[in-house]
């Protein structure tokens, strides 16, 4: 019976990276034939900057939110263990959106209302992105791979999709901040799926034993030195 689980659950593994990766290609294929090379490029920065910022701000902390997160649930803790990440995770937002909004301003106050509106919707994405790594890698930790597998394949399908729409409606001119626009809005209905299943999960595993214990200290004290290697 073992065998047949992990074997199931390799196997849909499998078919989710499988699939979003055909999905990513045919991404990539629409956003070829309907861009410039200029947006293109513009695309392809924002997307390298959301990436970069997941990485070095999440990257290191997911090591140990993952890790802590099979403790919290072992020593019946996952009450205080879960407002500890959420504690983490509101000022890693903060500190995205600080850093947005002072390139909003930047560019706001020059004049480059274009460039306003990219830092405004990487800003997003980021954070999105950010918020979205977390829960996958609690979904991870707690062995749900497929559950993790089939938001990996909607959210490359909900981006191709709102493509698709979305650029039918644009002009030539904000085509690049359209497709950035499509990924957000793919991002944040990601988000609120995620948000709604590992609520849900946390609440049927919580059984916790009286504790005021904050993970926070333990959990940057464990990611500090993945994140030194991460940036």
Same mark, same amino acid.
């Given at each position: 019976?073992?065998?047949?689980?992990?074997?199931?659950?390799?196997?849909?593994?499998?078919?989710?990276?499988?699939?979003?990766?055909?999905?990513?290609?045919?991404?990539?294929?629409?956003?070829?034939?309907?861009?410039?090379?200029?947006?293109?490029?513009?695309?392809?920065?924002?997307?390298?900057?959301?990436?970069?910022? #997941?990485?070095?701000?999440?990257?290191?902390?997911?090591?140990?939110?993952?890790?802590?997160?099979?403790?919290?649930?072992?020593?019946?803790?996952?009450?205080? =263990?879960?407002?500890?990440?959420?504690?983490?995770?509101?000022?890693?937002?903060?500190?995205?959106? #600080?850093?947005?909004?002072?390139?909003?301003?930047?560019?706001? &106050?020059?004049?480059?209302?274009?460039?306003?509106?990219?830092?405004?919707?990487?800003?997003?994405?980021?954070?999105?992105?950010?918020?979205?790594?977390?829960?996958?890698?609690?979904?991870?930790?707690?062995?749900?791979?497929?559950?993790?597998?089939?938001?990996?394949?909607?959210?490359?399908?909900?981006?191709?999709?709102?493509?698709?729409?979305?650029?039918?409606?644009?002009?030539?001119?904000?085509?690049?901040?359209?497709?950035?626009?499509?990924?957000?809005?793919?991002?944040?209905?990601?988000?609120?799926?995620?948000?709604?299943?590992?609520?849900?999960?946390?609440?049927?595993?919580?059984?916790?034993?009286?504790?005021?214990?904050? &993970?926070?200290?333990?959990? &940057?004290? =464990?990611?500090?030195?993945?994140?030194? &290697? #991460?940036?």
């Amino acid at each position: 019976m073992i065998k047949v689980s992990k074997y199931k659950e390799f196997s849909w593994v499998a078919f989710g990276q499988i699939i979003a990766a055909i999905a990513s290609l045919a991404l990539v294929r629409v956003m070829t034939e309907l861009l410039n090379p200029s947006q293109y490029g513009e695309v392809a920065l924002a997307m390298t900057i959301v990436a970069f910022a #997941t990485q070095v701000l999440m990257g290191g902390l997911n090591v140990g939110i993952g890790r802590y997160y099979a403790i919290a649930r072992k020593d019946s803790m996952l009450t205080s =263990y879960v407002f500890s990440v959420k504690d983490i995770t509101t000022n890693i937002g903060k500190i995205i959106l #600080t850093i947005g909004l002072f390139f909003l301003i930047l560019f706001y &106050w020059s004049g480059n209302n274009k460039l306003a509106m990219f830092s405004v919707l990487v800003t997003i994405i980021a954070l999105l992105s950010s918020y979205n790594s977390v829960f996958n890698n609690v979904i991870n930790t707690a062995r749900r791979r497929i559950v993790s597998s089939l938001h990996l394949i909607l959210e490359v399908l909900l981006k191709l999709i709102f493509l698709l729409i979305m650029l039918q409606l644009s002009f030539d001119y904000y085509k690049a901040e359209v497709v950035l626009m499509a990924f957000a809005i793919s991002a944040f209905i990601i988000f609120l799926l995620y948000k709604k299943y590992v609520d849900s999960y946390i609440d049927t595993l919580v059984n916790d034993k009286k504790c005021d214990k904050d &993970w926070v200290s333990d959990i &940057w004290g =464990y990611s500090k030195h993945f994140i030194l &290697w #991460t940036v």
